[in-house]
């Protein structure tokens, strides 16, 4: 579980694969809708912030990364951490809590994987993002072609610690993509509540970094923008920050309940009709590629196999209470 | 506010009494806002770091600003405003500003947030001069001592366990009148072993002191309920009387306890007395895990304390 992955020689990913971009979503959609059951059920532990709405993001950005590559998260990191790749049984595991877990049931959510490069999942807004510009430092120091990727939602441009980074990195030209999810809450705020202007551009390009919107429903639009922000951090050309507008169509966070928050049920319903799986199931090239059967059975497959990763959490034994004590110091590797 | 609304009340009537009190968060309770309007009630962007030095200025220039971080792990990202500016202003300008403000904020709960959002930092910020550091035990100090936090002259950090809010009792909470900084709580009377509880530990503590006493263990129960200003007089006459001292926390055992300890045993006689004889039921120096087996770990029951009294009692003298 710990080996460092090795420096990709081919710097550039395959072209993204619609079917497979398709079918990642859809994991992370049933992913999600069980783990929000499960939570309800007591059987997944802590908070679940579940990343319904936003699964075109994570996937069509990961689509556009190497094994070398490297991935910050944050709290609502399922969605991330699938589309990075991460063993789905290890991640149920942790989520449940058990020994088997990414990081042996002391993370929960807040997970890490060295083995996809996924450096951390904080659960501190915003500070994620000095964290992915060191791992760019580190490539540029190394003189390795790989870039580091920082998830965060909107509700992180209050940070300072954010601004700092983005200045830095404008200055320094890190190989630093941050993919900004934009879906106009920050908990119980609306965006425009606490932000001079609801569009993020401007934010960015004050600092002289790379801005880019789209639209974060639209996987294809994603895969594209983030394909060209690693191309050009890759080639020495500095940082970009991609907007992706979105929406969360479950809610912000869960403990024993669903949250019980309201939002506009005419928002609401305009984001659902823009889903972005149904988005991508309509509009080439799936639209033409997929009979609905096709689709029906990559639904079956993810609801397979996140059963499947159910049943592994949950035959998995709960860490022994040493456990706790350990991984506090590092040892000399 | 904090997980604890009741304290919401509190604000409330405060807030009619001090026209000074304003409140800053990302997430500030809607009846204030609705009462008191947006001005002296307002909701901010995830900028910590700035809310608590607007309430630092705010503050040296007149007003009495209440910052809710929310989470106390939060209280990392405003050390710079907290430490060097909000508790060395009236130090640094030689007694020309008074910094009067309240930071508050929820310590752990039993909700699995994880290593990182699950803390008791309160034991770091007594070794940070210029600020007092409130722990509530009881639902009913929870409301004294916010207001008493609201008469304080200078800044205060108001850390509430969310365990506080499954208390009964609102009403009675709610009229308990201010609590003055720096005097103890006296909980249970016993001449066995002194028990030091601190915040959300109080009530297991209590209880555990409650089991003992029925098979004829007495102890003293005190909550400082202030960790600055402490009430080292009334925990040190305990300690000489007993003999026997045991801390119990849901923070970590080099926070608090050990401060508290390094105050007690400039007293005199309490190294004498209770050398030796000093047991700790608190979270390891590590942090709070997410997995709930792990996470039991870390948290005081009465159990534990029965045992660790039990353990110091068995110390001769
Ligand atoms: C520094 C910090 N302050 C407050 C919080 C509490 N908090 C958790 S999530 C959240 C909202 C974040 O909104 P946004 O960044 O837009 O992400 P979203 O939840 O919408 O995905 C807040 C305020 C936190 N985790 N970290
Ligand atoms: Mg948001």
Known sequence: MTTAVAPARSAEPAAPDPVAMFASMVLIRVFEERMMELRTAGEVIGPVHPYVG???????????????????????????AIARGVDLDALTAELFGRAAG??????????????????????????????????????QVRGEPAVSVAFIGDGALGSGAVHETLTIAAVQRLPLVLVCEHNGYQAGNRTEEVYPEVSLLRLAEAHR?????????????????????????????????????????RFHLQFERPSPEVRPSDEMAAWRARDPIDTARQSPPLRDRLSDADVEAIWERARERVERAVETARSSPWPAPEEAATHVWAEEP | MNEVGLLDLVLEEEFTRDPNLVFLATNSPASL????????????????????GMAVGAAISGLRPIVDLNRASFAMLVMDQLVNHAGRMHYLSGGQYRVPMIVTSATRGRQQLGPQNEQCPYGIFMQTPGLAVVVPGSLRDACALLRGATRWPGPVLYFVAPELNRQRGLSAALAAAPLRFGEAAHLRHGDAATIVAIGGAVKVASDAADALAADGVHCDVLDPRTLVPLDTAALAASVRRTGRLVFVDDGPRSGAPAQILSRLLDEPGVAAAAGGRIGYVCQPDVPVPSAPPLEETMWPTEGRIRAEVQRVLGEPE
């Open chain 1, 209 to 249: 970094v790379r801005a880019v919107g789209i639209d974060g429903n639209d996987v294809a639009a994603v895969a594209t923008a983030a394909h060209d922000a690693v191309r050009l951090a890759r080639g020495g050309g500095g940082p970009t920050f991609i907007e992706a507008r979105t929406y969360l169509t």
């Open chain 1, 102 to 139: 990414l990081c042996g049931g002391k993370a929960a959510a807040l997970i890490s994987d060295s083995r996809t490069n996924l450096l951390m999942s904080s659960g501190i807004v915003g500070a994620g993002v000095p964290v992915a510009a060191g791992a760019a430092m580190a490539a």
């Open chain 1, 54 to 80: 936003q699964e075109a993001i994570a996937v069509g950005v990961c689509a556009a990364l190497t094994q070398a590559d490297s991935l910050v998260s944050h709290y609502r990191g399922h969605g991330h």
């Open chain 2, 33 to 52: 806002r609705r009462r008191f309007g947006s001005d002296r009630v307002r909701i901010c962007a995830i900028s910590e770091q700035a809310m608590t």
